[in-house]
T-cell receptor, first 113, second 120 residues
Framework: AQKITQTQPGMFVQEKEAVTLDCTYD???????LFWYKQPSSGEMIFLIY??????QNATEGRYSLNFQKARKSANLVISASQLGDSAMYFC??????????FGQGTELSVKP | GAVVSQHPSRVICKSGTSVKIECRSL??????MFWYRQFPKKSLMLMAT?????????EQGVEKDKFLINHASLTLSTLTVTSAHPEDSSFYIC????????????????FGPGTRLTVL
């Protein structure tokens, strides 16, 4: 069975600083996809970044980058130059072979001015 | 970009009534839609997978007779909470995955804005 683990229930970061949100996963599949989503207080799920298991380079999208360490089964999200609007819940997710997304427990990020 | 809508965004109902939530893909066709439930400050829990033209596949522990799912077309799936009780109060979110022959990225799921259900 697949599993996603986020061990940081809450994180604080100073505005303009970088922050890393941890995510580890467990799967026996060779082909899988890893996602990060942002969920502000409004509840909408905002897609941030995607990493395929066969992608050799770490994914990047603007201020977001994914530190993919396949051997360690980790897919940490790095947010550079944090902004007040980055305060939200962040979810790591894995897509199983059937297309379902398995979500981690989430990390609540608070950006301090 | 791909847009998924949900209606209503918020609903309050009395215990014992049924509530229908609609999930629509507005600019793409979705053979598969997923329904999630989320409690405050908690993760999204998959309830069921809805495939167009066939019966939904429910996750373990989800009562299929209580949460009725219908995926009648490539752009619409509905979730009906039957005989709702206060413990059914939650945030319900749908997502849609594009068909493999559409020009959308087949790998990506697009989420609706969610429906907040409160059962009194």
């Amino acid at each position: 069975a697949q599993k996603i683990t986020q061990t940081q229930p809450g994180m604080f970061v100073q505005e303009k600083e970088a922050v890393t949100l941890d995510c580890t996963y467990d799967t026996s599949d060779q082909s899988y996809g890893l996602f990060w989503y942002k969920q502000p207080s409004s509840g909408e799920m905002i897609f941030l970044i995607y990493q395929g298991s066969y992608d050799e380079q770490n994914a990047t999208e603007g201020r977001y980058s994914l530190n993919f360490q396949k051997a360690r089964k980790s897919a940490n999200l790095v947010i550079s130059a944090s902004q007040l609007g980055d305060s939200a819940m962040y979810f790591c997710a894995m897509r199983d072979p059937g297309g379902k997304l398995i979500f981690g427990q989430g990390t609540e990020l608070s950006v301090k001015p | 970009g791909a847009v998924v809508s949900q209606h209503p965004s918020r609903v309050i109902c009395k215990s014992g009534t049924s509530v229908k939530i609609e999930c629509r893909s507005l600019d793409f066709q979705a053979t598969t839609m997923f329904w999630y439930r989320q409690f405050p400050k908690k993760s999204l829990m998959l309830m069921a997978t809805s495939n167009e033209g066939s019966k939904a596949t429910y996750e373990q522990g989800v009562e299929k007779d209580k949460f009725l799912i219908n995926h009648a077309s490539l752009t619409l799936s509905t979730l009906t909470v039957t005989s709702a009780h206060p413990e059914d109060s939650s945030f319900y979110i749908c997502s849609a995955r594009a068909t493999p022959y559409h020009n959308r990225d087949y790998n990506e799921q697009f989420f609706g804005p969610g429906t907040r259900l409160t059962v009194l």
